[in-house]
């Protein structure tokens, strides 16, 4: 179920001499509705949520960023803001026209679907492909001292023991969002995922203790391989 969307003659046109500041923003929005996963995983869209988490934009300024035509950037403003996920937060008069400024609805959205939202993949898959496209694209500028590591280790545990460590996992996660904005620092990303490996690795395997130690440790070329580039 969509928010009601913020009505222009409700917000205020701000003269020049005012800059367009941040609003406060709640933490977190749990995000379920089949109308907001459409809207929150549509690759471009995915890319303006990102860009106006820190400052609002206004669609000109949208499209200028991501090379695409402002109408464009306005559609896609106009589905966000229907799901509830961006919404309307100054507006300023340029050149007669009114520019309209948008922000996110939250500072963290949490994906938790519906059970009834049918038709679209899992959202651990969407968060995957989004984390994908953004390091493609942040690839060819990382240079010496910028961090870049990925693991992918395979371990047999009870699910007990998995337990254990999605907790420790989830507590990460939660440290990292808590981290206080460095007005000087840089926008990084952490992805995190753990998931039952699929059938095809579950038969048993007639392996010794210590050759699963060997072929599980970081520096594998398969489970456990880790890519550093830390200027060393």
């Not at 379920?32 to 106006?52: M, N, Y």
């Not at 609805?105 to 899992?122: C, H, K, L, S, W």
Request: hydrophobic share 40%; charged share 25%; with cysteine.
């Amino acid at each position: 179920m969509s928010n009601s969307q913020d009505d222009p003659k409700d917000v205020e046109i701000l003269p020049d001499s005012v800059p367009v500041e941040m609003p406060a923003l709640p933490p977190r929005l749990v995000v379920k509705s089949e109308q907001q996963i459409k809207a929150a995983f549509d690759p471009l869209r995915g890319r303006i949520l990102q860009l106006i988490r820190e400052r609002p934009a206004t669609a000109k300024q949208l499209a200028a960023q991501l090379e695409v035509a402002p109408s464009l950037v306005v559609y896609h403003l106009q589905v966000l803001e229907a799901a509830g996920l961006v919404r309307l937060v100054a507006q300023r008069r340029v050149h007669g026209i009114i520019a309209k400024y948008y922000a996110r609805t939250a500072q963290v959205f949490i994906f938790d679907p519906n059970r009834e939202v049918t038709g679209q993949p899992p959202v651990q898959l969407l968060l995957l492909n989004q984390a994908r496209d953004e390091l493609l694209e942040a690839l060819p500028r990382l240079g010496p001292g910028d961090a870049l590591s990925a693991w992918c280790p395979h371990v047999r545990l009870s699910r007990e023991r998995m337990g254990v460590y999605e907790e420790r996992l989830n507590t990460l996660v939660q440290d990292f969002l808590a981290e206080p904005p460095d007005p000087n620092g840089q926008m990084h990303v952490l992805f995190a995922l753990a998931f039952l490996a699929p059938s095809s690795l579950q038969q048993p395997q007639a392996i010794s203790t210590e050759h699963n130690r060997r072929s599980d440790g970081r520096g594998s070329s398969t489970d456990g391989a880790e890519s550093d580039n830390d200027g060393e």
